[in-house]
């Protein structure tokens, strides 16, 4: 059995590897990209507003940072960059090459620096997801990139909404040179999904638009566009560039006497076409609400919904987690094998680069590519976030970033609120770049992963055994200790933000070096099973 199990492993060692190659399609979206969830505030089950973000990317930053409230003097600029790939350092990555200057304002808020910069000081949180579009939108006239639009909303901004009016401006006067992106954008009072793409090839400035998540709803962005009829003359929930409808007219994309404008078959048609991004639409919306039995082939659904019961903390970790497991989708269902007492079991074994890419090997659900499948949780996630802004708590209190690093499914999300001077060792060293080291988050958890992925039907009963009670006791938790901080707050600001700092970093240590222990377990345990 053992010899029969090594030849499976080399089998998908040697298939796996013709796909190691992530390619964009400009017209569909990218397949192998992020997933953001986003919910309003009366869909919680605590009045929290909330995004979410798993950087599905192998090749962004693999630490974070905090950047602390900054003034500026006058005539000061800030540097913009332009991402490119690097493969000169010990593992891929992108290299920023700057691109040109903008004038810096006064005074910029602290936020945390992860490499999508995801929360400032005053809330104001953001989630991203890519969906390409058209490859004639892609201009190179211009300065400004995601990762650079993402911090400016957090560096100048106090609210979603001023955060997407000021994107405007600037990728107007500067241009924006990226693909086509989905920022989910929260603060205390509302989420918005603004999705942006170039004005077209040699053309500065952007074409964009914008739709506000009701409060009692659930909405989802996994590298597809999701906003199709707009409604300007309802400014609470829409709003768009001026040249939204002349350029898709003047395009062809789009004529008015054919019926209502629909910015994603005008701008990201192949948006609709991708399983990829269709499947985990369905799988986030279907878990929020089964009562709606939405269609798991259809080809929009919709923008958003109201949850069947309020949204949990528990709830984004699970969506977030998922896999299709217990559905027809379900990556391993196929995978058995019989054992010594001649009984049909599923396999334990997996493609060791990940326990749901086995599709890629026997064509499962349509095979693999754009038009083909994935799943939300992925073995190729560099951190992930859940956002919660509370308007009923001071800022120090309200905004928390839970973060988990790598692969959802074997790593526990840990806070770091808005407000703490620093963070911990693990949480900032540097992983990939350098190589491998136990100084690392990063390198903590992908190791955990890559192991757990060899023997996924047993490993992943070990792990999430440590991890669940973990996470159940850190949201446990969450209250008692901000009734203590909050109380401070009252009389020290200066101790509850070391308060605040201080229980940032002793959980994220304790999560880091637990997965240490982890992986340590199972090469041990399973030393003689594999």
């Not at 829409?238 to 008015?256: E, R, T």
Request: with cysteine; charged share 25%.
């Amino acid at each position: 059995m053992n010899i029969k199990r090594n030849l499976i492993i080399a089998l998908f060692l040697t298939i796996s590897a013709s796909f190691a190659q992530v390619k964009t399609d400009w017209q569909g979206g990218v397949p192998d990209g992020c997933t953001t969830i986003t919910v309003g505030k009366l869909a919680t089950d605590d009045g929290s507003v909330m995004t979410s973000h798993t950087d599905d990317s192998h090749r962004t930053r693999s630490w974070l940072d905090i950047m602390p409230p900054m003034d500026h003097p006058e005539g000061s600029t800030s540097t913009m960059y332009k991402r490119a790939t690097s493969d000169s350092l010990a593992m891929p990555t992108y290299k920023h090459v700057p691109v040109g200057e903008i004038p810096q304002v006064n005074h910029t808020y602290g936020f945390i620096n992860t490499a999508y910069p995801s929360m400032n000081q005053h809330q104001l949180a953001i989630g991203e997801t890519t969906f390409g579009g058209r490859a004639t939108l892609q201009s190179d006239n211009g300065l400004i990139d995601c990762q650079r639009l993402c911090q400016l909303m957090l560096e100048r901004c106090k609210t979603a909404r001023e955060a997407i009016k000021m994107a405007d401006e600037l990728t107007k006067e500067y241009g924006w040179i990226d693909a086509g992106e989905m920022l989910t954008i929260a603060d205390t009072k509302e989420v918005w999904h603004f999705e942006i793409t170039g004005a077209g090839k040699g053309n500065r400035g952007a074409i964009w638009v914008a739709q506000r998540v009701p409060d009692h709803h659930i909405s989802v962005g996994a590298n597809g566009s999701r906003i199709r009829v707009i409604d300007l003359e309802n400014s609470g929930f829409f709003m768009a560039s001026d040249n939204v409808f002349q350029v898709a007219q003047d395009s062809g994309w789009w004529n008015p006497t054919d019926g209502n404008f629909e910015f994603v078959y005008a701008y990201s048609p192949g948006s609709r076409r991708s399983l990829a991004t269709r499947r985990r639409e369905w799988r986030v919306l279907s878990l929020a609400a089964p009562s709606l039995k939405l269609d798991a082939n259809a080809e929009n659904y919709p923008f958003s919904v109201k949850p069947d019961a309020p949204i949990t903390k528990d709830k984004m970790v699970q969506m977030f987690q998922d896999y299709y497991e217990g559905t027809p989708y379900n990556f391993i269902k196929d995978i058995t094998w019989v054992n010594d007492s001649g009984k049909v079991e599923i396999s334990p074994l997996a493609n060791p680069f990940m326990p749901y890419d086995m599709n890629k090997i026997f064509k499962i659900n349509g095979g693999w590519g754009w038009l083909g499948e994935r799943t939300i949780a992925r073995w190729y996630t560099m951190y992930a976030t859940i956002t919660q802004s509370r308007d009923w708590l001071p800022d120090e209190i309200g905004g928390v970033v839970w973060l988990a690093w790598d692969n959802v499914a074997t790593a526990v999300y840990t806070p770091i609120y808005s407000n703490v001077t620093e963070v911990n060792k693990y949480f900032k060293t540097p992983g990939r770049i350098n190589g491998y080291t136990h100084d690392s988050a990063w390198w903590a958890f992908n190791r955990l992963g890559t192991l757990t992925a060899q023997r996924w039907g047993d490993m992943r009963h070990d792990v999430r055994a440590v991890f669940d009670p973990m996470q159940k006791e850190l949201f446990a938790n969450q209250n008692s200790f901000e009734e203590k901080v909050l109380e401070l707050l009252k009389t020290d600001k200066d101790s509850a933000i070391k308060l605040l700092t201080d229980y940032t970093n002793k959980t994220g240590i304790k999560a880091v070096e637990e997965a240490w222990k982890l992986g340590d377990f199972l090469w041990t345990k399973y030393d003689e099973k594999f």
